[in-house]
């Protein structure tokens, strides 16, 4: 019987690299063709991968909710537990959904059709305010004043002669592609699925990975895919749980400040702090820059100290609670994963940077660390 096995794995090689060498012969003579079947095929993929990261961000509150009703007292609940907790997780994030479209999403409309209207009058208003600096401050230092003079070459009002219909027709398009009914409906379905029937789907998957890898190769594999897993969906989840409170506390303060645009500049913050580090630092920038413009020195000083203190706050203990001590990674480690992340694969590959690299050096410390 053991013979036959190993037979069968033979053949299930030897068919696999036939295969693969049909493939790639016609790859290299049809490559258009290829590429737009391929093209085709992700676009195809597109509901089902944003139903999956659909699951990794609703699967934290949804774990805390299950195990929150099997510890209830009615039978009931208890015995339905994961059912009633993914229900009551998509009750909420629609409730969150519908604020967001009403709410949310209509302020920040306004605030982005206002503040490319008024950019040219920001502008002038910003190189008047640096041509009134003392010209011992550093900001009239030859580095600063040759900056100033390139952008000053800018002709902004053609660079945003957009008036506020096509804006706002833009802003539209741009919703309507992200509130696709086909996409979404498939897209939610497919996360319905996932958080109903992981554990049959992870049992599924290691059946099959046993059946075809060697023992050897089958153990390290489900080691390490199971510990990338729980990296990717605690840091996935919890940048996303972490990016809505930023994004809501920073909104607040800044409001009782009285920033102009807060409620932009909030949700500014929230998104960038999904991508740790650099992301803070670029958002903190941009905020600096736009309250500068828009209220004045002062004003300015009190927002930058808040969202500092916010983001430190943040750092030192409500992401920490968010995500726990899964990602113990060295800040310098996480800064070069992020630049070398974005420089290859963008915005995504500067979110997912930190995660993959948990993931290589859980891998190279267990390779380096001696055997007993």
């Known amino acids: 019987m053991e013979k036959g096995k190993i037979n069968w794995k033979r053949w299930f090689s030897n068919l696999s690299l036939i295969v693969l060498g049909i493939l790639t012969y016609k790859i290299l003579d049809n490559f258009g063709n290829v590429q737009e079947w391929f093209a085709t095929f992700f676009r195809v993929l597109r509901p089902f991968i944003v139903g999956i990261f659909i699951a990794y961000i609703l699967m934290l509150p949804e774990r805390a909710i299950e195990k929150a009703y099997k510890t209830s007292k009615i039978k009931f609940i208890q015995k339905k537990a994961r059912g009633l907790a993914v229900l009551t997780t998509y009750v909420i994030a629609i409730l969150v959904l519908s604020i967001a479209i009403n709410v949310i999403f209509p302020v920040l409309r306004d605030s982005i059709i206002e503040l490319f209207s008024n950019a040219q009058n920001y502008y002038e208003t910003a190189i008047h305010k640096i041509s009134e600096i003392s010209e011992d401050s550093f900001f009239k230092s030859d580095l600063v004043m040759s ?149 004045g020195v002062g004003q300015t000083v009190v927002m930058a100290i808040s969202v500092i203190v916010l983001q430190q706050i943040d750092a030192n203990i409500i992401n920490p609670k968010i995500i726990g001590n899964s990602l113990k990674i060295s800040p310098l480690l996480v800064i070069f994963a992020v630049t070398v992340g974005g420089a290859y694969f963008g915005i995504i590959g500067m979110f997912l940077a930190v995660p993959v690299a948990a993931v290589i050096k859980l891998i190279m410390e267990d390779f380096v660390t001696p055997k007993a």
């Open 147 to 295: 900056i100033v003079q390139n952008i000053q070459e800018i002709n902004i009002s053609e660079l945003l002669s957009l008036n506020n219909e096509r804006i706002l027709e833009y802003v539209q398009n741009l919703f309507n592609v992200f509130l696709a009914v086909f996409d979404v409906f498939v897209a939610i379905i497919v996360s319905i699925y996932i958080l109903l029937q992981r554990e049959s789907i992870k049992n599924f998957l290691k059946k099959l990975a046993k059946r075809l890898l060697r023992e050897k190769t089958y153990k390290h594999l489900d080691k390490y895919f199971g510990q990338a897993n729980e990296l990717f969906f605690k840091f996935v989840g919890s940048q996303v749980i972490d990016a809505i409170i930023i994004g809501i506390l920073a909104t607040i303060a800044m409001s009782i400040i009285g920033v102009k645009y807060a409620p932009l500049l909030g949700f500014m913050i929230g998104l960038f702090n999904i991508i740790p580090y650099i992301g803070a630092i670029i958002a903190v920038i941009i905020a600096i820059i736009i309250t500068f413009i828009t209220g």
